[in-house]
């Protein structure tokens, strides 16, 4: 009968490869070159689902298996992805804005020291261009975002700001993204927080397969004894990957981002493991017990414990520490993020190459935009950057590539991204831009002036939501996709040439 079972379950598995290879072909690597592309005809994603028979035939085996909540293919997700980046633990969620409400939400926790809780009316700071939900969060837990402004070159946050944002007592925190999979200025920033004992989140979610270098001494002044694991040794400097640096990481697998499940997400906790039992409890509900699902009395004393003002032996499965949520993805999802998983070189490789081949190819219009640098690099060569004096460099395992249109230039950004279009060609902004000049923070700043402080005039932040626009890096697209969008960018110009 089991013999019987396990022949049906391979037949079914290898008649869902032969599907998957038949039907996904515009969904296997731009290298591999299955997919049939016309030019002014194939849309040209800015980003999307890089997959093949392999993640179809996990997907189907674990939906066979029907174990539907998180289990088995969930927790080897979270060991294999904390084991690639090197940090104590990996905790799934179903997408990265709940890995964002997680983590920060985590340190809200009554069990943390008074000192380092954060409260009601702390402030946390965050950068003022990107994403909404990087600050969300901040804002749902009662706290306080401070609002600093980007540097236009990298779309990061100007880290000399950080002190003029700083107030005794009040700051407590400091949760940015690394924008585009360009690492922000750790050195930099992780100095900061140092200096003042804050934590430090890293929003990772457009960033996994980035890293970020700097001098031994310097490295070991912050903290940081080693290189994230698979990076070889340096005698004079340390790299890790972006998301081990601070306390708490985030990730995104929704479609576009660097591995995918679908939707879902993870919080890396990087090196101390209380930390691990805080996020878990708010994603699970806010329970105190930390039983895995469909496992019992992990502790030993299940019908031991009195916490509240419960009776003493209540069955912990059902004691809450916390006002938390439910937000685990399902284990068909983890299946696929496990292949994605062992692709993961590959695919930073790829988004690396396409940044370049993007680069070289719109070199020739310097007059017209302004083109963006990786945090620390001072210019651009063919194939290479030019390193300013920090010592610190960095590897962007990029998410988009961003350009500018220089404010002298006889169109704008929206003429831009409407000849783009026309060409489907999918490009897109940088995110919400300048978050303050968001409807739902317009609004915000009205109903509760107080609930944020912003530094600066956000010039930088208004540039990029004027000026910035981005073309896609992802795994998916050929080299043919990439010499015809630097050739429509090249007849687009032309057009105002001959006017």
Same mark, same amino acid.
């Given at each position: 009968m089991e013999q019987n079972i396990n022949d049906l379950k391979a037949k079914i598995l290898s008649l869902t490869r032969e599907y998957s290879?038949?039907?996904?072909?515009?969904?296997?690597?731009?290298?591999? *070159?299955?997919?049939?592309?016309?030019?002014?005809?194939?849309?040209?994603?800015?980003?999307?689902?890089?997959?093949? #028979?392999?993640?179809?035939?996990?997907?189907?085996?674990?939906?066979?298996?029907?174990?539907?909540?998180?289990?088995?293919e969930g927790h080897a997700f979270e060991a294999e992805l904390a084991a690639f980046l090197g940090v104590k633990h990996t905790l799934l969620v179903n997408s990265g804005s709940s890995a964002n409400l997680v983590a920060l939400t985590?340190?809200?926790?009554?069990?943390?020291?008074?000192?380092?809780?954060?409260?009601?009316g702390d402030e946390v700071i965050t950068v003022a261009a990107g994403f909404p939900t990087t600050v969300a969060p901040i804002i749902q837990n009662g706290l306080i975002p401070v609002f600093i402004d980007c540097e236009t070159s990298t779309g990061n946050i100007k880290a000399d700001?950080?002190? #003029?944002?700083?107030?005794?007592?009040?700051?407590?925190?400091?949760?940015?993204?690394?924008?585009?999979?360009?690492?922000?200025?750790?050195?930099?920033?992780?100095?900061?927080?140092?200096?003042?004992?804050?934590?430090?989140?890293?929003?990772?979610?457009?960033?996994?397969?980035?890293?970020?270098?700097?001098?031994?001494?310097?490295?070991?002044?912050?903290?940081?004894?080693?290189?994230?694991?698979?990076?070889?040794?340096?005698?004079?400097?340390?790299t890790r990957y972006t998301g081990t640096w601070g306390d708490l990481s985030t990730q995104s697998f929704y479609p576009p981002h660097h591995l995918t499940m679908g939707e879902g997400g993870a919080v890396n906790i990087v090196s101390k493991s209380a930390l691990k039992r805080y996020a878990e409890s708010f994603r699970d509900w806010g329970r105190d017990?930390?039983?895995?699902?469909?496992?019992?009395?992990?502790?030993?004393?299940?019908?031991?414990?009195?916490?509240?003002?419960?009776?003493?032996?209540?069955?912990?499965?059902?004691?809450?520490?916390?006002? *938390?949520?439910?937000?685990?993805?399902?284990?068909?999802?983890?299946?696929?993020?496990?292949?994605?998983?062992?692709?993961?070189?590959?695919?930073?490789?790829?988004?690396?190459?396409?940044?370049?081949?993007?680069r070289e190819g719109l070199n020739e219009f310097e007059d017209y935009f302004d083109f963006s640098l990786p945090t620390h690099a001072s210019s651009w060569t063919k194939h290479s950057f030019k390193w300013d004096?920090?010592?610190?460099?960095?590897?962007?395992?990029?998410?988009?590539?961003?350009?500018?249109?220089? #404010?002298?230039?006889?169109?704008?950004?929206?003429?831009?991204?409407?000849?783009?279009?026309?060409?489907?060609? *999918?490009?897109?902004m940088l995110f919400g831009g300048n978050l303050l000049r968001q409807p739902a923070f317009v609004q915000l700043k009205r109903d509760r002036p107080k609930s944020l402080r912003v530094i600066g005039n956000l010039e930088g932040a208004d540039a990029l939501m004027n000026q910035a626009i981005f073309l896609g890096t992802y795994p998916g697209l050929s080299h043919a996709m990439i010499r015809f969008e630097i050739q429509i960018i090249l007849n687009f110009i032309k057009s105002y040439k001959t006017v």
């Open positions: 290879a038949l039907v996904h072909k515009a969904n296997r690597p731009g290298s591999e *070159g299955l997919a049939n592309f016309v030019p002014g005809v194939t849309n040209i994603p800015y980003a999307g689902r890089v997959f093949n #028979e392999d993640e179809v035939e996990a997907a189907v085996g674990s939906t066979l298996d029907f174990w539907l909540t998180l289990g088995p985590a340190l809200t926790t009554h069990k943390l020291p008074a000192s380092k809780r954060l409260k009601p700001l950080l002190e #003029e944002a700083y107030v005794v007592g009040k700051t407590k925190a400091v949760m940015i993204a690394h924008t585009l999979g360009n690492p922000f200025n750790i050195a930099a920033v992780l100095g900061f927080c140092r200096k003042y004992d804050l934590w430090l989140i890293e929003d990772n979610c457009d960033a996994l397969g980035s890293t970020y270098s700097m001098p031994i001494a310097l490295a070991k002044s912050l903290g940081i004894t080693e290189n994230s694991p698979g990076i070889p040794k340096d005698s004079t400097h340390i017990c930390w039983c895995a699902s469909g496992v019992d009395n992990t502790c030993n004393n299940r019908f031991g414990w009195q916490l509240g003002e419960l009776p003493e032996g209540y069955d912990h499965k059902y004691i809450y520490s916390h006002l *938390g949520y439910n937000l685990k993805p399902i284990d068909p999802q983890a299946a696929i993020g496990r292949v994605q998983l062992r692709k993961l070189g590959s695919y930073i490789e790829a988004r690396k190459n396409n940044w370049q081949l993007l004096e920090s010592c610190c460099s960095t590897s962007s395992s990029w998410f988009g590539f961003m350009i500018r249109v220089k #404010e002298n230039a006889p169109f704008n950004v929206r003429d831009l991204a409407k000849e783009l279009d026309r060409a489907k060609i *999918g490009n897109r």
